[in-house]
Nanobody, 120 residues
């Protein structure tokens, strides 16, 4: 069992920045951020593997979001810049034993989520 705790959500204006953090209770080779807006499917945002350093980003956030990982502290961070009206959602941290990726089925541990809101 791996417990995940997200933090850093909040409300920012369009074009602003926000940093999300996820702390895992134990080591997991793959960790990722997903998001889900009301009435929409959950989508992968960014992932990173500690085994090979592989990172992946959704096309909609590439160039604006940056994912990083502190393997010693089992912490995953998502730096979100230039936030848009399309970004508001509940953001979830996920962990698994696979080598990165943005496929939800590859992750079996999930956090409670942290809400991100964008105003204009």
């Amino acid at each position: 069992q791996v417990q995940l705790v997200e933090s850093g959500g909040g409300s920012v204006e369009t074009g602003g920045s926000l940093t999300l953090s996820c702390v895992a209770s134990r080591y997991a080779s793959a960790m990722a951020w997903f998001r889900q807006a009301p009435g929409k499917e959950r989508e992968g945002v960014a992932s990173m593997s500690s085994r090979n350093g592989l990172t992946r980003y959704a096309d909609s956030v590439r160039g604006r979001f940056t994912v990083s990982r502190d393997n010693g502290a089992n912490t995953l961070t998502l730096q979100m810049n230039s936030l848009k009206a399309e970004d508001p959602a509940m953001y979830y941290c996920a962990a698994g034993s696979y080598s990165g990726g943005l496929r939800a089925a590859d992750y079996i541990y999930w956090g409670q989520g942290t809400q991100v809101t964008v105003t204009s």
